[in-house]
């Protein structure tokens, strides 16, 4: 059905607590995307998945980390959650070999207390 | 530098008028994506381009890899376009990395 799903949409923690974001997609696209959004500042990628266990950091990736075991999905974990990693963070996917068309999922929003 | 410049920040159209966003790039980029964010929050893919033109409806999207550029054109603006607009390219580095503008506020107003 090409879709892009992040659970969960809304999520409250405590500094230093853990943080599971999970994203899946139905497309078996190869490329997968954590990017987070925030005010002012657009859209910044946090870590990028070529494939299974084929991850590679973003421009922000300090403070967390991800898990790809498969293709479909595609996890980002913060092990010490920090205010300020209170953000909007969206998923996405495309085919490999280049960006190609990007789908996004709906935004998992995140805020640490 | 930001290598993706979006403009204006912000945009207020009447119902029926017409405008355009822009996004200038400090380097060589591949290719070009419009996204709008609508109102669950989600970012709904517009366009894609590795070059010239594409119109869907009521938007056209031009990119010129030389000149270092995108638009995106809107005409007869409905109440329903009003949202967050991006842009984001992708450059030659081959490793899937795509940049994004800030992003234009856009608000139709009757």
């Known amino acids: 059905d090409m879709k892009v799903t992040q659970m969960p949409r809304y999520l409250i923690k405590r500094m230093g607590e853990n943080v599971l974001l999970e994203c899946g997609q139905d497309m078996s696209h190869e490329t997968m995307y954590w990017y987070r959004q925030d005010p002012g500042l657009g859209l910044q990628l946090i870590y990028i998945s070529y494939d299974v266990d084929s991850n590679s950091e973003g421009d922000i990736p300090k403070g967390y980390r991800v898990s790809r075991k498969k293709r479909e999905h595609f996890s980002l974990i913060l092990d010490s959650a920090k205010t300020n990693q209170t953000s909007v963070y969206f998923c996405?996917?495309?085919w490999g070999g280049g960006t190609g068309q990007l789908y996004f999922g709906e935004g998992s929003k995140l805020t640490v207390l | 530098g930001d290598q993706v410049e979006q403009s204006p920040s912000a945009l207020s159209l009447h119902e029926g008028t017409g405008s355009a966003l822009r996004c200038n790039f400090t380097?060589?980029?591949?290719?070009v994506q419009w996204f709008r964010k609508n109102s669950r929050g989600s970012l709904i893919n517009l366009f894609y381009?590795?070059?010239g033109t594409k119109e869907n409806g009521r938007l056209k999207s031009a990119f010129d890899s030389k000149e270092r550029y995108s638009t995106l054109h809107i005409r007869d603006a409905q109440l329903e376009d009003s949202g967050t607009y991006f842009c984001a390219a992708e450059d030659d580095s081959g490793y899937n990395k795509l940049t994004f503008g800030k992003g234009t506020v856009l608000l139709v107003s009757p």
């Open positions: 996405a996917s495309s």
């Open positions: 380097t060589t980029m591949r290719a």
């Open positions: 381009l590795a070059s």
